[in-house]
């Protein structure tokens, strides 16, 4: 199957710092990728969509001045959380899929623990 | 978008045939269904989909019913790394939605020795 990367795998951080995450398709072309997020115990939220090229589109609640998304190429989006808060540590997780007329297969990183101190 | 009800929790002996069954009755014509697994700490792991004909891969095998308003996921011979959250989830093929993945609470299956 394809593969999605994510870095880094693992971040701590002081509040009040801004964080970037990383999450590239690696053997294909994402027109559009995900950001999720995942406290404990919990189930996976949607946060944002993104697709290459244009403005991302973020899901009810979600503060878009704090988790800024940009989708620069067909490989790479990246999460930037903004003058984190202890509040904000959480697993955060991309997935990437191809797109196409037909069903679109998403695939998920690794996932990045962020830990706010 | 459809939504989808799973047992929480499930147990199988290793070896054994672990059946995952998923409820989705409001699905809509357009809509797959996709079974996700998350092992602990790891990004879900895509296993199968489909869409009205029943669907094997060489990991397992997906059963739905004629009416489409469930599924079942087969796992013919448990392992101890099948241990994981396995998530059924509905999602459209078009429109403003395409692609979302909308993840419920799955089911927890624990598989033993």
Avoid at chain 1, 78 to 84: E, H, I, M
Avoid at chain 2, 57 to 65: A, F, K, Q, R
């Amino acid at each position: 199957g394809a593969v999605v990367s994510q870095h880094p795998s693992r971040v701590i951080c002081k509040s009040g710092t801004s964080v970037k995450i990383e999450c590239r398709s690696l053997d294909f072309q994402a027109t559009t990728m995900f950001w999720y997020r995942q406290f404990p115990k919990q189930s996976l939220m949607l946060m944002a969509t993104s697709n290459e090229g244009s403005k991302a589109t973020y899901e009810q609640g979600v503060e878009k001045d704090k988790f800024l998304i940009n989708h620069a190429s067909l490989t790479l989006s990246t999460l930037t959380v903004t003058s984190a808060h202890p509040e904000d540590s959480s697993f955060y997780i991309c997935s990437a899929g191809s797109g196409g007329v037909s069903t679109d297969t998403q695939y998920f990183g690794p996932g990045t623990r962020l830990t706010v101190l | 978008d459809a939504k989808t009800t799973q047992p929480p929790s499930m147990d199988c002996a290793e070896g054994r045939a672990a059946n995952l069954p998923c409820n989705h009755s409001t699905i809509s014509g357009n809509e797959y269904v996709y079974w996700y697994r998350q092992i602990h700490s790891q990004g879900p792991q895509y296993i199968i989909h489909g869409l009205k004909n029943n669907e094997t891969n060489e990991m397992v095998s997906l059963i739905i019913t004629e009416d489409r308003k469930s599924s079942t996921l087969i796992l013919p011979h448990a392992t101890l790394r099948d241990t994981a959250v396995y998530y059924c989830i509905v999602s459209p093929a078009g429109g403003t939605s395409y692609g979302k993945l909308t993840f419920g609470q799955g089911t927890i299956l624990t598989v033993h020795p």
